[in-house]
């Protein structure tokens, strides 16, 4: 499989952790230990439903030097494609799975003189990771976090025990309180690496306010996966094993042509490590590009597209695949 | 089944020489007649015993008097090892990984005991008996990466990932082609390769880049590196070019044989899971060429290899001046027979 | 003009003004007074107020450029005797500095790379750093062989002011120490070293 190899897995907990949020424990079903990881890394996870197979990825968070089982929090998402209502309506304890090795697009700068993260929701989880590692290694950073409601809001009591008050701040937006990103970014020591993780539009809007801020766009990063989004059914014909496959409106490219039974290459599965890039050979109607791997110009240019999360509207699509 | 370590020397008298076994696990770069620049890159995985990928850090019969020569030329010139502040969850994997690699490939020189971060290191090769704290750098003699690379055949250097490029951060180098990790390190990617020639253009250095940013964990990578070294000679650094660079001009018809050595490097790169860098390993092996004539193959294809070479790459590896005179020497052991293809001996 | 297509020597893009920045704070040596002067209409009283510069003349090519720089407005200006005491003064506005803070060096490449070390020490990103060349194309070398830095190479090859190998100044440029390859050109061949030729002037 491209995606590389695939670890199996047994669930060994299933904890609800906060509204519409639970947490998976995975082992090893061959009892051996699990990689160690870097904070930040996502993992894989490989659904068998039904003989479909779907792929998403989450963000690890158990201690990354803890190699006796990997943990995960799915947050059920409202207009899921199937992964999360999958992971949360299906997946039991003592359920079988397979995840990828960690793949981490999200690497903290360990050259910061400081990190200060900044999470919005389920956008939480990479960072539990990344906090476990600062602090064992000594490094110093401040984390700001963005919850909902209190009860929506995953690990806020638990985070706050682990490296008090100073060091993790809660902001309730059914109370009111929002992060005050403005001022923040204009007090922090040269140096200061940023990071920030949540929905699309808070992401947006914190790089915004950094670049407004003067900071300089190689200490300002991001992580967000992109799920492939629903849209109009089309086909494409793969040129190079001479295939015809159907993208159905709930389905990525990818997925349909893994479906096919054709070996394409992944990683992320979320439009930003750039492995699945393929070459279209004929495109008579226009790509949606959705990722965040290509520059403009090559979105712009049509000869290239990433099969994780884009689409095609048109006549015609041909994938030198 | 133990190795037989030789005591022999890389400076002075150069004893070092290839025993008959140990020729024939060499990992002779060139599957064909003739010189192609590629990116070559292929799986790291275990191939046959006795070959040099019978293990994925190969150890061999020269290991002990390579570690020897490490320290000669650390205790002349430290900066040969050198990490940045940034680098040290990195410094670790690898130390890790090499021991890790070590004692699984050669149990009978090598083992490692965990327990929890209380960890045993025994090199028995090396006389060192080890205990120490996982993570915890006031507990070994020196830092993790220079530790372990004082016990580890080849160069290492560790690239950080970010800014959608690769930096060299750390590194032990003192077995070298010609380059200067003092100089390069802090360097990213297309700047460490800015001296070598035609590569650039040809969109090398771009493909190889891509592939390595998105390098796994557990799928480690590898390519081949070659040039030519007169005398068996480890440490041919700029730093000491003035003292090494006569040798090129001593090559005679009488002598080449002795004299003229194929260096090869395997070069081994692995994701490190804690940090997310990469670390690069260097593995370079000599072998003169009275000792490549040995095998038939090899013989015959080697002279043709460097009669195809382009001009830019004679002078970029420093052969204008015995390359002519070695083509002429080998080509005695050349009848024009067909090769074989690969890398193997017949 | 300097020579192109070095892949490790520093692309130098000019002192463009970042508009959004919290602070400015420029470091120019020589000519590159120029490199500020010549971006007058850029500097609005917002900019102005914000901005800090210091200056070193060295010798007599920057003559006369410390009271146009005076005369800009800034919110500080330094002038320094040397090299060393303007990257001193600048550690330590470095070392107070919070992001938003960016800075702008301007002279000759071997300023630049001295005034860049002083940032990366600071955490600051290379990439970050916005950099113009003014002035002699004269190299900061480093001698491989005994790591002694020589200021203000024209000719190549040159003997090294510190042990004295006759060095050919290789195409190849570390940022962390700011300076050019210096490697021995007779090694080979002692004595065969071919005459010096003013190259970078």
Same mark, same amino acid.
């Given at each position: 499989?491209?995606?590389?190899?695939?670890?199996?897995?047994?669930?060994?907990?299933?904890?609800?952790?906060?509204?519409?949020?639970?947490?998976?424990?995975?082992?090893?079903?061959?009892?051996?230990?699990?990689?160690?990881?870097?904070?930040?890394?996502?993992?894989?996870?490989?659904?068998?439903?039904?003989?479909?197979?779907?792929?998403?990825?989450?963000? #690890?968070?158990?201690?990354?030097?803890?190699?006796?089982?990997?943990?995960?929090?799915?947050?059920?998402?409202?207009?899921?494609?199937?992964?999360?209502?999958?992971?949360?309506?299906?997946?039991?304890? $003592?359920?079988?799975?397979?995840?990828?090795?960690?793949?981490?697009?999200?690497?903290?700068?360990?050259?910061?003189?400081?990190?200060? /993260?900044?999470?919005?929701?389920?956008?939480?989880?990479?960072?539990?990771?990344?906090?476990?590692?600062?602090?064992?290694?000594?490094?110093?950073?401040?984390?700001?976090?963005?919850?909902?409601?209190?009860?929506?809001?995953?690990?806020?009591?638990? +985070?706050?025990?682990?490296?008090?008050?100073?060091?993790?701040?809660?902001?309730?937006?059914?109370?009111?309180?929002?992060?005050?990103?403005?001022?923040?970014?204009?007090?922090?020591?040269?140096?200061?690496?940023?990071?920030?993780?949540?929905?699309?539009?808070?992401?947006?809007?914190?790089?915004?306010?950094? #670049?407004?801020?003067?900071?300089?766009?190689?200490?300002?990063?991001?992580?967000?996966? #992109?799920?492939?989004?629903?849209?109009?059914?089309?086909?494409?014909?793969?040129?190079?094993?001479?295939?015809?496959?159907?993208?159905?409106?709930?389905?990525?490219?990818?997925?349909?042509?893994?479906?096919?039974?054709?070996?394409?290459?992944?990683?992320?599965? $979320?439009?930003?490590?750039?492995?699945?890039?393929?070459?279209?050979?004929?495109?008579?109607?226009? /790509? +949606?590009?959705?990722?965040?791997?290509?520059?403009?110009?090559?979105?712009?240019?049509?000869?290239?597209?990433?099969?994780?999360?884009?689409?095609?509207?048109?006549?015609?699509?041909?994938?030198?695949? | 089944?133990?190795?037989?370590? &030789?005591?022999?020397?890389?400076?002075?008298?150069?004893?070092?020489?290839?025993?008959?076994?140990?020729?024939?696990?060499?990992?002779?770069?060139?599957?064909?007649?003739?010189?192609?620049?590629?990116?070559?890159?292929?799986?790291?995985?275990?191939?046959? &015993?006795?070959?040099?990928?019978? %293990?994925?850090?190969?150890?061999?019969?020269?290991?002990?008097?390579?570690?020897?020569?490490?320290?000669?030329?650390?205790?002349?010139?430290?900066?040969?090892?050198?990490?940045?502040?940034?680098?040290?969850?990195?410094?670790?994997?690898?130390?890790?990984?090499?021991?890790?690699?070590?004692?699984?490939?050669?149990?009978?020189?090598?083992?490692?005991?965990?327990?929890?971060?209380?960890?045993?290191?025994?090199?028995?090769?090396?006389?060192?008996?080890?205990?120490?704290?996982?993570?915890?750098?006031?507990?070994?003699?020196?830092?993790?990466?220079?530790?372990?690379?004082?016990?580890?055949?080849?160069?290492?250097?560790?690239?950080?990932?970010?800014?959608?490029?690769?930096?060299?951060?750390?590194?032990?180098?003192?077995?070298?082609?010609?380059?200067?990790?003092?100089?390069?390190?802090?360097?990213?990617?297309?700047?460490?390769?800015?001296?070598?020639?035609?590569?650039?253009?040809?969109?090398?250095?771009?493909?190889?880049?891509?592939?390595?940013?998105?390098?796994?964990?557990?799928?480690?990578?590898?390519?081949?590196?070659?040039?030519?070294?007169?005398?068996?000679?480890?440490?041919? %650094?700029?730093?000491?070019?003035?003292?090494?660079?006569?040798?090129?001009?001593?090559?005679?018809?009488?002598? *080449?044989?002795?004299?003229?050595?194929?260096? *090869?490097?395997?070069?081994?790169?692995?994701?490190?899971?804690?940090?997310?860098?990469?670390?690069?390993?260097?593995?370079?092996?000599?072998?003169?060429?009275?000792?490549?004539?040995?095998?038939?193959?090899?013989?015959?294809?080697?002279?043709?290899?460097?009669?195809?070479?382009?001009?830019?790459?004679?002078?970029?590896?420093?052969?204008?001046?015995?390359?002519?005179?070695?083509?002429?020497?080998?080509?005695?052991?050349?009848?024009?027979?067909?090769? %074989?293809?690969?890398?193997?001996?017949? | @003009?300097?020579?192109?297509?070095?892949?490790?020597?520093?692309?130098?893009?000019?002192?463009?003004?970042?508009?959004?920045?919290?602070?400015?704070?420029?470091?120019?040596?020589?000519?590159?007074?120029?490199?500020?002067?010549?971006?007058?209409?850029?500097?609005?009283?917002?900019?102005?107020?914000?901005?800090?510069?210091?200056?070193?003349?060295?010798?007599?090519?920057?003559?006369?450029?410390?009271?146009?720089?005076?005369?800009?407005?800034?919110? @500080?200006?330094?002038?320094?005797?040397?090299?060393?005491?303007?990257?001193?003064?600048?550690?330590?506005?470095?070392?107070?500095?919070?992001?938003?803070?960016?800075?702008?060096?301007?002279?000759?490449?071997?300023?630049?790379?001295?005034?860049? @070390?002083?940032?990366?020490?600071?955490? @600051?990103?290379?990439?970050?750093?916005?950099?113009?060349?003014?002035?002699?194309?004269?190299?900061?070398?480093?001698?491989?062989?005994?790591?002694?830095?020589?200021?203000?190479?024209?000719?190549?090859?040159?003997?090294?002011?510190?042990?004295?190998?006759?060095?050919?100044?290789?195409?190849?440029?570390?940022?962390?120490?700011?300076?050019?390859?210096?490697?021995?050109?007779?090694?080979?061949?002692?004595?065969?070293?071919?005459?010096?030729?003013?190259?970078?002037?």
């Amino acid at each position: 499989m491209s995606g590389g190899t695939e670890i199996p897995v047994r669930v060994t907990r299933v904890t609800p952790v906060a509204h519409r949020i639970k947490r998976f424990r995975f082992e090893r079903s061959d009892g051996r230990p699990m990689p160690y990881f870097s904070g930040g890394a996502h993992v894989i996870v490989s659904m068998n439903d039904n003989g479909h197979v779907r792929r998403n990825a989450y963000s #690890l968070m158990s201690a990354p030097y803890d190699c006796s089982a990997y943990e995960i929090s799915v947050l059920h998402v409202e207009d899921s494609r199937g992964g999360s209502s999958f992971m949360h309506e299906k997946v039991r304890e $003592g359920d079988e799975m397979r995840v990828s090795h960690p793949v981490n697009l999200f690497q903290p700068d360990w050259r910061g003189r400081k990190h200060l /993260l900044i999470a919005g929701g389920i956008g939480i989880t990479p960072f539990i990771a990344m906090m476990e590692q600062f602090s064992r290694e000594g490094a110093c950073f401040e984390m700001h976090y963005a919850i909902r409601t209190r009860d929506r809001g995953a690990y806020c009591e638990d +985070l706050i025990a682990r490296y008090g008050p100073q060091r993790v701040k809660i902001y309730c937006d059914a109370e009111n309180d929002r992060i005050p990103v403005a001022r923040l970014l204009d007090s922090q020591p040269l140096g200061t690496h940023l990071y920030v993780c949540g929905p699309a539009g808070m992401i947006d809007g914190v790089l915004t306010t950094g #670049l407004e801020a003067g900071w300089p766009e190689q200490n300002l990063h991001s992580e967000r996966f #992109l799920s492939s989004q629903p849209g109009k059914p089309f086909s494409i014909e793969l040129t190079r094993s001479g295939r015809t496959v159907h993208v159905g409106h709930h389905e990525s490219m990818l997925e349909a042509i893994e479906a096919a039974g054709i070996d394409a290459p992944f990683l992320c599965r $979320g439009g930003a490590c750039g492995q699945c890039e393929t070459m279209v050979a004929l495109c008579d109607g226009k /790509l +949606l590009h959705n990722d965040v791997y290509l520059t403009e110009e090559e979105k712009a240019s049509g000869r290239k597209v990433m099969l994780c999360v884009s689409r095609f509207e048109g006549k015609a699509l041909h994938l030198d695949l | 089944m133990a190795i037989a370590f &030789k005591q022999e020397t890389f400076r002075d008298d150069f004893s070092y020489r290839n025993s008959p076994e140990n020729i024939r696990r060499f990992p002779f770069p060139f599957d064909r007649d003739e010189y192609m620049y590629a990116v070559n890159m292929e799986p790291h995985l275990k191939g046959q &015993k006795g070959t040099a990928f019978e %293990s994925l850090i190969d150890v061999d019969e020269h290991y002990v008097a390579e570690m020897h020569d490490r320290a000669l030329v650390l205790k002349e010139d430290p900066l040969r090892y050198q990490a940045l502040p940034h680098m040290m969850t990195a410094q670790w994997d690898t130390l890790e990984l090499l021991m890790e690699e070590q004692a699984a490939g050669f149990p009978e020189h090598f083992t490692l005991i965990r327990n929890g971060d209380q960890w045993r290191w025994i090199n028995r090769p090396l006389g060192i008996d080890d205990t120490f704290t996982f993570g915890d750098r006031s507990t070994l003699p020196y830092e993790p990466l220079e530790y372990i690379t004082r016990q580890a055949q080849g160069d290492f250097c560790i690239v950080d990932q970010r800014d959608g490029n690769l930096w060299m951060d750390a590194g032990m180098v003192t077995t070298q082609a010609d380059w200067s990790l003092d100089f390069d390190i802090g360097m990213n990617f297309m700047e460490w390769h800015g001296p070598v020639p035609l590569a650039h253009q040809m969109g090398v250095f771009d493909r190889a880049l891509k592939f390595l940013l998105n390098l796994q964990q557990g799928k480690p990578t590898r390519r081949f590196n070659w040039t030519m070294t007169i005398n068996p000679r480890l440490d041919t %650094s700029p730093e000491n070019y003035h003292k090494w660079g006569p040798d090129r001009a001593s090559v005679t018809p009488e002598n *080449v044989g002795e004299k003229v050595h194929l260096r *090869v490097e395997v070069q081994s790169l692995w994701r490190l899971p804690r940090s997310n860098a990469i670390l690069f390993v260097i593995r370079c092996y000599l072998m003169n060429m009275n000792e490549l004539v040995t095998v038939p193959k090899w013989a015959r294809r080697f002279p043709r290899v460097l009669s195809t070479l382009p001009p830019e790459l004679i002078d970029y590896k420093g052969l204008t001046r015995y390359r002519q005179t070695t083509i002429d020497w080998l080509s005695r052991f050349d009848d024009g027979a067909p090769t %074989s293809p690969g890398t193997f001996p017949d | @003009m300097l020579v192109e297509g070095i892949k490790s020597r520093p692309v130098y893009t000019g002192l463009s003004i970042q508009p959004r920045a919290r602070r400015h704070i420029f470091a120019l040596e020589g000519e590159g007074a120029h490199a500020l002067l010549d971006r007058k209409p850029a500097l609005d009283d917002t900019a102005l107020s914000r901005s800090e510069i210091l200056y070193v003349a060295r010798g007599s090519q920057g003559k006369g450029n410390d009271e146009a720089l005076r005369a800009l407005g800034t919110d @500080m200006f330094f002038a320094a005797p040397t090299i060393a005491t303007l990257l001193f003064r600048l550690r330590g506005t470095l070392t107070t500095a919070h992001m938003g803070t960016r800075l702008y060096i301007a002279g000759t490449e071997g300023f630049i790379g001295q005034a860049m @070390m002083v940032a990366l020490d600071h955490g @600051m990103d290379h990439a970050s750093i916005v950099t113009e060349h003014r002035g002699s194309l004269a190299r900061r070398v480093q001698c491989v062989h005994c790591k002694g830095v020589t200021e203000d190479v024209t000719h190549s090859p040159f003997s090294c002011g510190h042990c004295g190998l006759p060095l050919l100044v290789r195409d190849h440029y570390s940022r962390r120490l700011g300076a050019f390859q210096g490697v021995n050109i007779d090694a080979e061949e002692p004595g065969s070293a071919p005459d010096p030729e003013e190259l970078f002037l």
